[in-house]
């Protein structure tokens, strides 16, 4: 996944509302939440680099 792509344009603002629908005493809930976010980010980019 691109930074400039459609794919990252959906991402984004979905991961961002999650985050802060998230109340602010449950830090860990957020930390877990950017941790899957951006595994599922690099994976999502994997497949553009095999041949």
């Not at 830090?27 to 976010?37: G, H, P, R």
């Amino acid at each position: 996944m691109l930074f400039n792509s459609l794919d990252f344009a959906i991402f984004l603002p979905i991961v961002f509302v999650l985050y802060w629908c998230i109340p602010k005493k449950n830090i860990n809930a957020q930390n877990i939440l950017i941790v899957v976010a951006s595994y599922l980010f690099m994976g999502g980019g994997i497949g553009d680099f095999y041949l």
